[in-house]
């Protein structure tokens, strides 16, 4: 800070300076965490792989796969949706002030609005709370009129502070405001008719259902820390993706035939009924996905084909254990039942091991580490049910009802 003098000599300013490493800082630290809100918001929209980078200092490059409206995505990543709620100056509403403050004399302390049913308003510049102070935000509607609403529910502190200001100002109007790119908008002004507590609040106010829905999930995802503006557009057509599942889809299939190859010819009618263990296992996966509407990208693809290897794996321990018992002198039926029993549980350690590191993946992974998580998880709990129950069944079946046997196959 340093002093100036006016143009006039009359008067001293105070003129503020920031400095060249404290302005890189501060833009460093907006852009991240202005990267870190379009991944929330684009995790609200339920856009599925999206992409997030950085490129430079000052862009952002934003990928998303499979969206529709093209528009409606642009309009919710652009908008920067600060909240701040605000009280009415009651005592500068008179129609002569007012009058004033429309034509640009707007009284020291406060700010000029118009409200959403074209009164004039005018709102002081003290901020009571701000977006920060959020939980949680969901669309609704208003329980007495029955017109669209968002219900926001505040943390401690902010719910510590509406409580705190709605108790001391009983009768007053208090106005909420949506910020957009450095411009206010008062979306409603309601007059306070006794303190509120709880950390709920609602606005509500001449808004669409749609408009409801749009503001609740921006306040979710938390406002931009700068504006952002789209400097460039492009659309890439689904030609190269749809090759790239066609050779991951064909990859899996090569090598679930070659595992299958493999298996039955070494262990001949065990072989089989792991095959078609492993048949169920993708059966069941395949189940879960669309029972969970999950779309089905290349990481997923690679999931698939990862669960298949490791599938076959806990086959694999299953027969061999079943022929160190018949090795060892153990009867078919004894064996059978021996290797199941003792397999399972090296089965179920390797598969909770690999479980935990697929959680892990999914709590901390983005994107396409998510989407590969999801379908890495899902596939380690189906391995274990086909290994181990649906295999065990057909051999049961074709072995159980047998006396005497003399040989496994």
């Known amino acids: 800070l340093q002093l100036a003098d006016a143009s006039m000599g009359s008067e001293l300013r105070l003129v ?3 400095r060249p490493e404290a302005q890189k800082r501060t833009q460093e630290l907006a852009l991240k965490q202005n990267i870190q809100t379009l991944h929330n918001r684009i995790n609200e929209l339920g856009v599925a792989e999206p ?11 934003v990928q998303l796969p499979g969206v529709q409206d093209t528009a409606k995505a642009k309009e919710i990543l652009g908008r920067t949706a600060t909240l701040e709620v605000r009280m009415v100056d009651e005592d500068n509403m008179n129609p002569g002030t007012l009058a004033a403050a429309q034509g640009g004399q707007v009284p020291f302390g406060d700010e000029f609005y118009i409200e959403r049913n074209n009164q004039p308003l005018l709102v002081k510049k003290q901020v009571v709370l701000t ?10 509607f208003d329980n007495q009129t029955q017109e669209p609403a968002v219900h926001l529910t505040l943390d401690a502190t902010g719910a510590r502070i509406f409580k705190e200001y709605t108790r001391e100002n009983v009768g007053k109007r208090m106005a909420i405001l949506l910020i957009e790119k450095g411009k206010g908008e008062v979306v409603t002004a ?3 008719r006794s303190e509120i507590g709880g950390g709920r609040v609602q606005i509500s106010g001449r808004m669409t259902t749609v408009e409801a829905n749009d503001i609740a999930l921006l306040l979710r995802a938390g406002a931009l820390a700068a504006p952002m503006e789209i400097i460039e557009e492009r659309t890439v057509g689904p030609s190269l993706g749809a090759d790239n599942i066609k050779k991951g889809f064909d990859s899996t299939i090569y090598g679930f035939a070659a595992l299958s190859l493999f298996i039955v010819v ?5 072989g089989v009924f792991s095959t078609l263990a492993l048949c169920a296992n993708l059966l069941f996966l ?3 996905l669309s029972m969970l509407q999950a779309t089905l990208t290349l990481p997923g693809i690679a999931a698939i084909a990862l669960t298949l290897g490791m599938a076959i794996d806990a086959n694999v321990l299953i027969n061999e254990r079943v022929r160190e018992e018949l090795r060892g002198g153990a009867t078919p039926q004894a064996a059978i039942h021996a290797g199941y029993e003792r397999a399972f549980g ?8 690999t479980l935990i590191a697929g959680l892990a993946l999914l709590i901390f992974g983005s994107g396409p580490v998510r989407g590969f998580a999801v379908v890495h998880c899902l596939g380690i709990l189906t391995s274990i049910f086909s290994s181990v129950v649906v295999s065990r069944s057909m051999v049961n079946l074709a072995y159980g009802t047998r006396r005497k046997l003399e040989r496994v196959a």
């Not at 070494?266 to 065990?270: D, G, K, M, R, V």
């Open 16 to 18: 503020a300076t920031i």
């Open 51 to 61: 992409v997030i980078q950085q490129q430079g200092s000052d862009r952002v490059v």
């Open 131 to 140: 977006g920060d102070r959020l939980t949680d935000a969901q669309p609704g």
């Open 190 to 192: 309601p007059v306070i």
């Open 266 to 270: 070494y262990y001949s009618l065990f």
């Open 286 to 288: 395949i189940a879960l």
């Open 346 to 353: 090296t089965i179920l350690d390797s598969n909770v091991t």
